[in-house]
C-alpha cells in the first residue's frame, strides 16, 4: 500500500498538473469506490467545478474543489492517478475518470478494488471519521516528542503494531515502521511502554528521517508518475530499502542476515544483531 512519503509525492504531481483546471465532465464506473453517492451524483456534482488545490492528510488525498467542495480519496493497495490526453486509451481497471478543460483526462484505476473515494463539503471535513480519527503526522507541528513518548508509555502493544496504528502516528505503514525501526535499533516486537526516553528519541527522529529520505528517492520510482504503467506498487522494491524486502541478505551496518517475523497479518523485516528488545 502506498504509504505517507508516496502519496506526498502524487500530490505534489497533482498539485504541478491539475490545480486550477476546470472538471469538464466526472463519471464514476465502478459505484463500489464512492459508496456513499450515485454515479448520477459523483456527476452531478463534480463536474463544472473546479480544482483549487490538492492536499494531503496520512495516505488521504484531498481534492479541494470550488463551490467549498471537498473529494478524498484514498488508494489502497493499488490506487493510481493517471493523466492523459483526451484521445488516448484508458488503462486497465479504470473506475473513475475526470474530463479536464484542456482535453485532458484524469483517470483513476484499481486493479484490487479496494480504493476508495468520499466526496463531502469543506466545513464538513471533520465529519468524515477516516479524517478526523488521524494523529498527527511526521513534519507536522503538532507531531511533539513529548506527545509521542506519553502515547509509547500508555502502549503495551508491540512496537511496530502501534507504528503501523494511523490514530498513533499518522502515515506510516508496514515498509516504512521497519525501515524507521532498524534506524532506531529497535526490535519490532519490543514492547512500546518499554522504551525509554533515549530509544524514544532516537525512534522519533528515525520516523522523521526515513519519510524524509523516501520522499526524496521517489522521482525515480515509475509507478507514482501520472502516466499509466504495467507494474504494480509492490513490484518497485528500491535497491535502497534497509531492511524491507531483504530477508537473507547480508545487513548494510553489520553483515548479519536479514530475518522477518508475521505481525499483524503482515512481513516484518530486520536485522537480530542491530535491533534489540
Known amino acids: 500500500m ?13 498539485e504541478l498538473n491539475i490545480a486550477g483546471k476546470r472538471i469538464i465532465r466526472a463519471e464514476l464506473l465502478r459505484p463500489g469506490l464512492a459508496p456513499k453517492v450515485s454515479p448520477h451524483e459523483f456527476s452531478e456534482k463534480l463536474s463544472g467545478k473546479t480544482i483549487t488545490t490538492v492536499l494531503r492528510r496520512g495516505k488521504f488525498l484531498i481534492f479541494k474543489l470550488s463551490g467549498k467542495q471537498i473529494l ?19 488503462p486497465k481497471h479504470t473506475h473513475a475518470l475526470f474530463e ?3 482535453k485532458q483526462l484524469l483517470v483513476f484505476s484499481d486493479q484490487r478494488h479496494f480504493g476508495r473515494m468520499i466526496l463531502s463539503r469543506e466545513n464538513d471535513i471533520s465529519a468524515i471519521y477516516e479524517l478526523a480519527s488521524l494523529a498527527p503526522e511526521p513534519f507536522q507541528e503538532t507531531f511533539h516528542l513529548d506527545d509521542f513518548r506519553f502515547l509509547l508509555r500508555r502502549s503495551q502493544r508491540p512496537i511496530k503494531e ?9 502515515g506510516l505503514g508496514n515498509i516504512y515502521a521497519a525501515e524507521a525501526l532498524f534506524r532506531a535499533g529497535i526490535h519490532p ?7 525509554g526516553p533515549v ?15 523516501a520522499i526524496s528517492e521517489l522521482p525515480g520510482r515509475d509507478f507514482f508518475s ?3 504503467v504495467t507494474q504494480n506498487y509492490s513490484e518497485t ?7 524491507y524486502a531483504r530477508e537473507g541478505q547480508a545487513c548494510h551496518n553489520c553483515r548479519a542476515k536479514i530475518k522477518s517475523l508475521r505481525q499483524c497479518g503482515r512481513t516484518t523485516y530486520f536485522c537480530p544483531f542491530c535491533q534489540k528488545k
Not at 162 to 170: G, H, P, R, W, Y
Not at 237 to 243: G, H, K, Q, S, Y
Open 189 to 195: 516486537a519490543t514492547k512500546t511502554s518499554s522504551i
Open 100 to 102: 479536464l478543460q484542456g
Open 72 to 90: 478524498a480519496v484514498h488508494l489502497r493497495m493499488t490506487g493510481k492517478f493517471s493523466l492523459l490526453a483526451a484521445d488516448e486509451e484508458l
Open 162 to 170: 502501534f507504528l503501523l496504528d494511523q490514530t498513533k502516528v499518522c
Open 2 to 14: 502506498p504509504e505517507l512519503p508516496e502519496v506526498e509525492f502524487i500530490r505534489r504531481q497533482l
Open 237 to 243: 522494491n528500491r535497491a535502497e530499502w534497509l531492511v
Open 199 to 213: 530509544r524514544s528519541r532516537r525512534l522519533y527522529q528515525a520516523i522523521l528521517e526515513t519519510v524524509s529520505v
Open 226 to 228: 501520472l502516466r499509466p
